[in-house]
């Protein structure tokens, strides 16, 4: 069964903070996704990678980085936390494999800063 | 610029009422148009994927169909475990990324 798995589903820190988010796949799936989702905006991508070590921006990628050393697992990095980022995260993954490239998603990490 | 509309934002049901749900779409190359449901605090799950007009796929309660330029999600006598949020996504080309919708909130009250 597909399975996405995120590291925290609450996490609270400060304006400042470095921000860690971590969302590991057992699928073998080589796309893996970050969006964020705020009421009346609906999901907004902001970085995607095909490929271990490789990513590319999505469409609000400002305030925000990504790493892929393995092929399970992407993480989002939010280098100074600030109060706009304050948002549930999700994770997805995909593979170009299946017809549809379907992306399956992680329950979601709510993020608050203070 | 590519566009993913749904209507209505929120739609009430009592519990039995069939009703449809509607994404209309404006993208070029379409590869793909996806439903999920997403319960609140959750993440989206995936439930069907179409590929052409006059496609149909069914599970459940749930029917989607497919034409050139709208989607519609069919709920059969709903119960209150219908209760979700509806989102509609498309992929266009050989792109990776999906476009979302924002959205139909769907109430069934018992």
């Known amino acids: 069964d597909v399975k996405v798995t995120q590291s925290s589903r609450y996490l609270v820190k400060r304006t400042g903070e470095k921000v860690f988010l971590e969302c590991v796949q057992d699928m073998d799936h080589e796309n893996m996704f970050w969006y964020r989702q705020d009421p009346g905006l609906g999901l907004r991508l902001i970085y995607f990678?095909?490929?271990?070590?490789?990513?590319e921006k999505g469409d609000i990628p400002e305030g925000y980085s990504v790493s892929r050393e393995k092929k399970e697992r992407f993480s989002l990095i939010l280098e100074s936390a600030s109060t706009n980022q304050t948002s549930m995260y999700l994770c997805a993954s995909s593979t170009p494999r299946a017809k549809g490239n379907e992306q399956f998603f992680g329950p979601g990490t709510r993020l608050t800063v203070l | 610029e590519d566009q993913v509309t749904q209507s209505p934002e929120a739609l009430r049901l009592q519990e039995g009422e069939s009703s449809s749900l509607n994404c209309s779409y404006t993208?070029?190359?379409?590869?793909?148009l996806f439903w999920y449901r997403q319960d609140p605090g959750k993440g989206p799950e995936f439930l069907f994927t179409?590929?052409?007009a006059g496609e149909e796929k069914e599970k459940e309660r749930l029917k989607a169909t497919l034409t050139k330029k709208e989607s519609f999600l069919h709920i059969t006598a709903p119960k209150p475990e219908d209760s979700a949020t509806y989102l509609c996504?498309?992929?266009?080309?050989?792109?990776?990324?999906?476009?979302f919708g924002a959205g139909t909130t769907v109430t069934v009250r018992a």
């Open positions: 996504a498309v992929r266009i080309s050989n792109d990776y990324k999906l476009s």
């Open positions: 993208v070029s190359g379409l590869r793909g």
């Open positions: 179409l590929y052409s």
């Open positions: 990678s095909y490929d271990v070590k490789m990513k």
